[in-house]
């Protein structure tokens, strides 16, 4: 266990499954104590964070149990859609869960951080590439990863802010081999715990001098330049 985390308070948004789950459980497994909203049944604070007043009272919920917070982890997923069939309200949808609630945590939690808090904000290596048809998904993620410098700069002395960019990342921890893993210059699909590593670390005295980044763990993928006719990649027109 590691003593920096006993006692603490981590909160996590989308936290009942995939990334969320996977860093909800490894601070736990550290001895803090885990507060999880989530849109999902179960045994957690079930609400929809793109409305003020789910937001306004699970952290009252979190306060009233604990007093304070140590570490805030904006995880939940927004919708995926493009401007093919996004509504209007679909994509303002998005950036209610995806950036808004993220800032809406933020700013509710700030007066309640203990010395030495941290805001982690999960982004994805879409926030600098992209697939048709995923604007609202994609417009989120590039939100969130300007919010984390913003919050950064804003909090400076108080709460240490950064973001995480995934890329492939699969949540039911398959393991892939063939183009699926070689296509990644590490050779492998990522799993949560690539990324939950990173929380606890980016949450630890050993970053203490890291605020205001954003780190891509997507194996290297966004790194490596392709094109047509290169390796044997080839573009189907």
Known sequence: MNPSFAGKV???????????????????????AVEIIDIAPG?????????????EAFTQTVLGKHGRIDFLINNALPLMK?????TYEEFQYALSVGVTAPFYLSKLFAPHFAPGGVIINISSSRDRMSQP??????????????????????LAGRVRVNSISPGWI??????YEGPDATQQPAGRVGNPMDIAHM????CSDKAGFITGENICIDGGMTRQMIYHGDWGWRLDE
Do not use: M, P
């Open 10 to 32: 981590a909160v996590v948004t989308g936290g009942a499954h995939g990334i969320g789950k996977a860093i909800a459980e490894a601070f736990r497994a550290e001895g803090a």
């Open 43 to 55: 045994e957690h604070y079930v609400g929809d964070i793109s409305k003020k007043e789910t937001l």
């Open 82 to 86: 493009g401007i093919g069939d996004c």
């Open 133 to 154: 048809q995923t604007e609202s998904y994609t417009a989120a993620k590039g939100g969130i990863a300007a919010l984390t410098h913003a919050l950064a700069v804003s």
């Open 170 to 175: 699969d949540t039911a921890y398959r393991t």
């Open 199 to 202: 929380v606890l670390f980016l």
